[in-house]
């Protein structure tokens, strides 16, 4: 797994953020399991609540276009420090995340960190639980 490439792909994506409000600009990336790269940014909206993460728009880019299983995310939120997923973006990467994914956390191109889903979402309910 390329870290450096997929960060670096997260801080292209953290260029087209539409922050107007918080000013606050994050970026993501997603690699899919058959090697796409799709890229995402914040979108606010002024009825706050319409805002989409940076997270989601990059994952939802990749489902829309037919690819499901994502294998790796990197999010790059404010300069030098780890930006973690919000909750409902923990729930999505659950969904679409494959059971080994691999969660990268970026403060910049060279300094990452690499967390499981289950360190993040620990006990998360899936699909896996409505099979059961
Ligand atoms: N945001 C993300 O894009 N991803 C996160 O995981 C945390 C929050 C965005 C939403 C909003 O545009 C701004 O950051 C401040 O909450």
Redesign the pocket.
């Known amino acids: 797994m390329d870290y450096k490439m997929l960060v670096s792909k997260a801080l292209e994506g953290r260029k087209n953020?539409?922050?107007p409000?918080?000013k606050?600009?994050?970026?993501?990336a997603v690699l899919t399991e058959d090697g796409k790269v799709y890229t995402?940014?914040?979108?606010?909206n002024a009825s706050y609540g319409a805002?989409?993460?940076?997270?989601?728009?990059a994952i939802f880019k990749a489902v829309s276009e037919g690819y499901t299983t994502i294998k790796a995310i990197a999010?790059v939120?404010i300069e030098n420090e780890y930006?973690?997923?919000?909750g409902?973006?923990r729930q999505v990467i659950a969904e679409f995340g494959s059971e080994d994914i691999e969660i990268i956390l970026g403060k910049n191109e060279n300094e990452y960190i690499v967390k499981t889903l289950d360190e993040i979402l620990p006990g998360a309910f899936t699909k896996r639980d409505l099979i059961k």
């Open positions: 953020a539409y922050a409000y918080s606050f600009k994050v970026g993501a995402g940014c914040n979108i606010e805002t989409n993460c940076a997270e989601r728009t999010i939120g930006t973690y997923p919000c409902i973006c």
